[in-house]
Nanobody
Framework: QLQVVVSGGGLVQPGGSLRLSCAAYGFSLHDHHMGWFRQAPGKEREGVSCISSSDGSTYYADSVKGRFTISRDHANKTVYLQMSSLNPEDTGLYTC?????????????????????WGQGTQVTVSS
């Protein structure tokens, strides 16, 4: 069946870097937008970044612009989130999700209700 497998989380010091991976099984990145989400303790889940299958356009939350970079590798059917200059506010449970492309969703979005398949999540903790 369709599956999204997330990996790469861990403990990192402030100012450090971490790369998360999201592997797709049973579907193609060519017709699915891919998004990254996170949820900090006591807060709602928020969209961090996404990449569109249609034109490769990207979205970044204001809080991560300039520090995070999303990319995709079609050959390996994997999407990455490279995180740099991490701070304690980046701590949270990160997960990846896939959205089937339709004419009404030409570009990806940060709305979690738009996504169809979700990974299990991986914990990212930024602390000294």
């Amino acid at each position: 069946q369709l599956q999204v497998v997330v990996s790469g989380g861990g403990l990192v010091q402030p100012g450090g870097s971490l790369r998360l991976s999201c592997a797709a099984y049973g579907f193609s990145l060519h017709d699915h937008h891919m998004g990254w989400f996170r949820q900090a303790p006591g807060k709602e889940r928020e969209g961090v970044s996404c990449i569109s299958s249609s034109d490769g356009s990207t979205y970044y939350a204001d809080s991560v612009k300039g520090r995070f970079t999303i990319s995709r590798d079609h050959a390996n059917k994997t999407v990455y989130l490279q995180m740099s200059s991490l701070n304690p506010e980046d701590t949270g449970l990160y997960t990846c999700a896939a959205e089937r492309v339709t004419l009404a969703s030409y570009r990806c979005s940060n709305f979690e209700t738009r996504y169809d398949y979700w990974g299990q999540g991986t914990q990212v903790t930024v602390s000294s």
